[in-house]
């Protein structure tokens, strides 16, 4: 095996997460969205391979997935809100084509103001169930699994 294969599989798994460019228009940008089903939060061990370190998912993380690369810390049950947060632009990176990443903020419980990813169509994304069901490149064509969310409002928050 070559030696440098370790060293061009990190870059592989490393860069897609620095290289972005946010989609300033969606949508989905704001929207809400009550969990249907409990998730875990999930940790990276990488730096930058996703936005945040976070991915909020419906499905345990096996230790053995990515490399070993998740550890769950903890759980967001059933009917926490969370709101679309950002829309995130991969480019074609070597040879591989480009995708949308999606990161949702929790607005209520123990993971209240977190930022996460959720699991899409990006390659270095963990094997479980996608959130986004769709590879389009299309900000207002992606299409959510409605297994693992539903539409709400948005929380006002009290006034001074």
């Not at 070993?68 to 759980?75: A, L, M, P």
């Not at 169509?121 to 986004?132: E, M, S």
Request: a neutral charge; proline letters at 10%.
């Amino acid at each position: 095996m070559n030696r440098w294969w370790p060293t061009i599989a990190g870059l592989a798994l490393v860069l897609p997460g620095c290289s972005v460019t946010r989609v300033a228009e969606s949508r989905f940008l704001g929207e809400c969205k009550e969990l249907l089903v409990p998730h875990y939060m999930a940790q990276t061990r990488l730096d930058r391979a996703f936005s945040t370190r976070l991915m909020l998912t419906p499905e345990k993380i096996q230790p053995d997935d990515n490399f070993g690369r998740f550890q769950i810390v903890g759980e967001v049950p059933t009917g926490t809100r969370i709101v679309v947060h950002e829309i995130l632009r991969s480019p074609k990176l070597m040879g591989a084509p480009p995708y949308l990443r999606v990161t949702v903020k929790v607005l209520e419980g123990d993971y209240e103001g977190t930022v996460s990813d959720v699991p899409s169509c990006a390659l270095y994304h963990p094997r479980v169930v996608r959130w986004i069901t769709n590879c389009t490149l299309d900000p207002d064509q992606l299409q959510f699994n409605p297994e693992f969310a539903k539409a709400c409002d948005v929380p006002s928050r009290p006034g001074p």
